[in-house]
């Protein structure tokens, strides 16, 4: 076993990357130290099998192992990890938006990176340290990727800021905090950026002894004959789609001026151009829309018709579906519309969570459903990975901004209508009694539930309709 170590300081840290040959047959892989803390990080690419689907075919998955912790978890008759975690979907995304950005968007090579907690401790977090892998995995692999990029983590006051930098500029953020005014928040960001700047300047030397040389992908080459064909054909009519958008308050017709542009562009080059695949047919149509629109904004033309400083038009309404739920309401934000409900019980109703990083009892559950009738496309069923990030987002303003002691549970369909009405319910709750079935009692104010005065009739709290 062969394996070479780097280590760099960040105030009362320290971190350690170890390159060895535990998984020689990853195109890149690096095992991650801090304190107790050790996470393998591997990525592996390959040759595309669809170089004509459209998208970057990028997997990125963070494993939780029970060992990690030193515990027997898991159900009474399967003592192992079953679904991911709610935190381990997150952190796999956080990885994927931050590294994303940095493949060409050409790329069609199918790509995976795998972060796998070997060792916890919980004065250490692994989602951070598996991130600073990533981008060093992916550095000195052959993987064609545009990084490295630096990260930070910065607790302040029980509030905690993850920020991924290039070259001094964010590229992911993600933060729970309480309100705080831009001047306090200024100082954070600018030592986050500081911290970064350093990882990256680390991982750029670790990567020029060990990086291997990176596989060339360029970008296709468009026929000559595209821009003027573009410009005769398509841009007069993708122009007049532009100024049919300004105006048109349904977003699906506006997405329909668009097809119908883009469908007759596909079917010209492909008359014109016969042997160009459709990555580069599509690939000019994307380049040639986004310039439009960009020099149209520049101008002050928004594509939905708004100024500059206008805000899309904002309804809210409480009490919307009749008095035997808790709370109810409806937020309506553009396009976005939002059912929300508010169901409230004792302590005893809490969610009890007992996975490798969290072990607790959560009072906030925040359930996000994102049915296919809402505009995505799918089956109906299942949650889909993506709801996880709107129902943490929710949760996080939550705990850092409610001061009730009742505990709830909002249902709701769309991320930001969710926040919106969550405080909504959260401002407005009262208490009253609501069923005689209850074994506890209200105090009616703000010590929460009181276990120790059974009664006959149960108290409950709802918000005012």
Partial sequence: MQSRTYDIHLEEKKIVAEIGDL?????GAVLMRSGDTIVHVACVGKKPTRPDSGFLPLTVEYEERFYARGALLGSQFVRREGRPSEEAVLTARAIDRAIRPLFAPWLREEIQVVATVLSYDPAEEPGYLALIGASLALAISPIPWNGP?????????GDGLLVAAKKGKIVMLEAGKSERQADDCAPLFEKALAESEKIESWIEKITEGEGAQ????????????????????????????LDKARTSPNRFKKQGFFEEARRRWTELAKGAAPD?????????????????????????ARIDGREKDELRPIEAATGTFGERVHGSGTFYRGATHVASFLTVGPDKDALAVNGMEVAERKHFIHHYN??????????HGEPQPQVDWPRSACRK???????TPFRISPY???????????RIHLDGISVRRIAR?????????????????????????RAPH
Wanted: charged content about 30%.
């Fill in 437 to 461: 079935s209850s074994r506890w009692r209200g105090t009616g104010k703000a010590h929460g539930w009181d276990r120790h005065r059974p009664c006959r009739r149960g108290w409950g709290v």
């Fill in 276 to 300: 160009t695949d459709r990555n580069s047919t599509e690939l000019f149509f994307e380049e040639a829309l986004r310039g439009l629109v960009r020099e149209r904004t520049l101008k002050g």
């Fill in 397 to 403: 303003g939550a705990s850092g901004n409610t001061s």
């Fill in 149 to 157: 990029l630096g990260a930070s983590r910065i607790t302040s006051e």
């Fill in 370 to 379: 994102f049915p296919p009738f809402s505009g995505r496309d799918g089956p």
């Fill in 23 to 27: 998984a020689d047959q990853a195109d």
């Fill in 412 to 422: 709701a369909s769309r991320g930001f209508g969710s926040v919106c009405l969550k």
């Fill in 214 to 241: 990176k596989r060339q992908v360029s970008k296709p080459p468009f026929p000559a004959t595209f821009p003027e064909l573009f410009a005769r054909e398509i841009e007069p009519g993708l122009s007049e789609a």
